[in-house]
């Protein structure tokens, strides 16, 4: 592999979108940022220098981070934020990775605006287990808000309610036709016919599922957060924030001047408010220069997206991924199981704040949990003061490995709804291999909740509804082709159960990629121990290591 220099300079940039200007943190003044494109076993250096007021960190999101633990990103927990006129440089190798991931800010809500694709390309003459693509199109989404995502958030957390929704979903940070004063903000693919693209989509929305589909045309599923699956055709994708899919479009043999609108609109699982509006893009079919078509008099073909509560659709779709599991890209599931552990994901409450009227159920504050406790952020970060050997009175590391308090998850909620409040991690030794039942519960509603764990993939080996029975379940665990992933979805009303093996000293944060739950507090970390030989520990920190 080679080194890849890269700059981000984090500045403030005016941008218009549905006829709304703000002025909103980006990096080198682009939205969505900078494309990275390297190959499997590069190193990239990317010096990210703050010019903005708000502090700032970048999360790789779904790179492994072998014993570079310290590249990681999120703040308070790999790493202090980098400060006005600070400079820190992400210095990591991708090695065994291939396929799209992505980039984002990991601090606050500073990822709305601030995030762009990861593209990982096999080394130099390694191909794709599928046809080769004519050309290939990162396809972003995410979300627009009219005015300053972190006014909002702060806000919500003041009030103890729910923040408002965005103003419009993004495909490559453009709205679409579908919306006011929008037309001419839309992302347009113009293709040949007869060609294969692959598309490489990644769900950077803040709070929302997303369905995606192309009119008349089928998508062939090729891979998941950055590992191969066995193909599938299907109409319509369904990606969960954090995920990233890649499918093969393949045009049809002549259709000159025809323009096809894509469009994506959330899969909706729980109750309160949701934007429920669609963004759309336009796939265009290349017309020869001296055609007698007209455009005008072709009828603009639009896709149906499955019903916005469609868990059928969606338990369907979740079922179709697996991994490639061939000789050559074989699925190395963990057979044995060190320790298995039972974490509920889901909301909760906690007392008011002295002087505020909240907005929350009962007047209380939304909050939401991991085995009841919500994780508080300290003031310094964990993998350093582990590190360092200062954690006493940052972090204790009694994470539980059941929830308190056993409870029908999907039947009527517990009486006391509040959350607990504390940081606390979960000490793996080193090699440890991992089993971690996931259960949503129905405190104040089910709801999905797309768990994302930092330093690892991990295999999905079962999922399903209602409550997770350790006596029955596991017998129908998948540990031939499980999908290989870094980003799931705990089903609304049911439980995901995924295993892996902590081979990866350092802290690895897991949290709802739900923007506004990991407000709310659905997060914790992993602290994976040093194992004994040399290879087996954590590297020691750069010497540009933010300070908090
Ligand atoms: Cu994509 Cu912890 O995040």
């Known amino acids: 592999g080679i080194t890849r220099h890269y700059k981000f300079n984090i500045t403030m940039q005016s941008v218009t979108r549905l006829c709304h200007t703000k002025s909103m943190v980006t990096v080198n003044g682009q939205f969505p940022g900078p494309r990275i494109v390297a190959n499997e076993g590069d190193r990239l250096l990317v010096k990210v220098t703050n010019h903005v007021p708000n502090n700032i960190s970048i999360h790789w999101h779904g790179i492994r981070q072998l014993r570079s633990g310290w590249a990681d990103g999120p703040a308070y927990i790999t790493q202090c934020p980098i400060q006005t006129g600070q ?36 080394k130099h003459n390694v191909p794709y287990p599928f046809q080769k693509p004519y050309k290939e199109v990162p396809i972003i989404f995410g979300e627009w808000f009219n005015t300053d995502p972190e006014a909002i958030i702060s806000q919500a957390l003041r009030m103890g309610g729910g923040p408002n929704v965005s103003d419009a979903y993004t495909i490559n940070g453009l709205p679409g036709p579908l919306y006011n004063c929008s037309t001419k903000d839309t992302f347009k693919l113009k293709v040949k016919p007869g060609k294969t693209y692959l ?31 066995k193909p599938f055709e299907t109409d319509t994708i369904l990606i969960t924030p954090g995920q990233t899919t890649n499918v093969l479009l393949t045009t049809k043999p002549s259709f000159p001047g025809a323009t096809f609108l894509m469009t994506a609109r959330p899969y909706v699982t729980g109750q309160g408010t949701f934007d429920n509006s ?47 599991a061939s000789p050559e890209f074989p699925a190395n599931v963990p057979d044995r199981v060190d320790q298995r552990f039972f974490f509920t994901v889901g909301l909760g409450t906690s007392p008011c704040d002295k002087n505020q009227t909240c907005q929350g159920p009962n007047g209380t504050k939304f909050a939401a949990s991991v085995n009841n406790i919500s994780f508080v952020q300290p003031n310094t970060a964990l993998l350093q003061s582990h590190f360092f050997g200062q954690s006493k009175d940052v972090y204790s590391p009694d994470f539980p490995i059941n929830p308190f308090h056993w409870f029908n998850y999907t039947g009527n909620p517990p009486n006391n709804t509040m959350v607990g409040n504390a940081t606390k991690v979960m000490v793996l030794s080193f090699n440890t291999s991992v089993e971690l039942i996931m259960q949503d519960t129905s405190i104040l509603g089910a709801e999905s909740h797309p768990l994302h764990l930092h330093g690892f993939n991990f295999f999905v080996v079962g999922q399903g509804f209602g409550n ?29 159960a995924i295993r892996f093996l902590a081979d990866n000293p350092g802290v690895w944060f897991m949290h709802c990629h739900l923007e506004v739950h990991t407000s709310w507090g659905l997060k914790m970390a992993w602290l994976v121990l040093d194992g004994k030989l040399p290879n087996q520990k954590l590297l020691p920190p750069p010497s540009d290591l933010p300070k908090c």
């Open 468 to 496: 997770y029975d350790p006596n029955k379940d596991p017998e129908n665990f998948n540990l031939v082709d499980p999908i290989e992933r870094n980003t799931v979805s705990v089903p609304s009303g049911g439980w995901v």
């Open 278 to 324: 669609t963004v759309a893009g336009i796939l265009e079919y290349e017309s020869p220069i001296h055609s007698s078509f007209s455009i005008k008099n072709l009828p603009l073909f639009k896709p149906t997206l499955p019903p916005l509560n469609d868990t059928s659709f969606a338990t369907n779709f979740a079922e179709k991924l697996h991994s490639l």
């Open 87 to 122: 400079s820190y440089v992400y210095n990591f190798t991708i090695i065994g990775q291939t396929g799209t991931l992505w980039w984002h800010a990991h601090i606050s809500w500073l990822r709305s605006t601030v995030y762009g694709p990861l593209i990982i390309l096999p």
């Open 199 to 229: 598309l490489r989509m990644i769900n950077a929305a803040l709070n929302d599922e997303l369905f995606f589909s192309i009119a008349n045309h089928t998508l062939i599923v090729v891979e998941a957060d950055a590992i191969y699956v």
